[in-house]
């Protein structure tokens, strides 16, 4: 699994230990969890650690390009109806969370611009929160 910071954490007055800080500062949203368990240095407490700030909100999962494109299709589907599947198309072929991104404001500017401008804003402001 891999884990990011929370950009609205709950606690604004934790004050984390060292070896706390070392695993947080790895949560960058590409590592895996292994990943930042091998960079910390610090074994299988890295593990417990990173339990206690997911526990806390300090930390989020990082949605795979699956997930997040089912999110985006079904606020297409909702918004434009048939018209949406040649959107639909171009996001369901995104490898990458990267790509999905990318053609996701590529949609959002196309559906402003063509077929429904708030519908083009909501999916740019939906896109930029998945993938803040």
């Not at 930390?59 to 909702?78: D, F, M, N, T």
């Amino acid at each position: 699994m891999v884990f990011r910071r929370n950009p609205t954490p709950p606690e604004t007055e934790w004050k984390p230990t060292p070896e706390e800080w070392r695993v947080y500062a790895l949560c960058d949203g590409r590592r895996t969890e292994e990943e930042v368990v091998r960079e910390s240095g610090l074994g299988e407490e890295a593990y417990a650690i990173l339990a206690a700030l997911l526990k806390r909100g300090l930390i989020l999962p990082v949605e795979g390009p699956k997930e997040l494109c089912q999110r985006l299709v079904e606020l297409l589907k909702s918004r434009l109806g048939p018209k949406a599947e040649p959107f639909v198309k171009r996001l369901e072929e995104c490898p990458s969370r990267e790509s999905l991104e990318e053609e996701a404001l590529r949609v959002a500017l196309k559906v402003k611009l063509t077929l429904d401008k708030k519908a083009g804003e909501e999916l740019e402001k939906a896109v930029r929160t998945l993938f803040r």
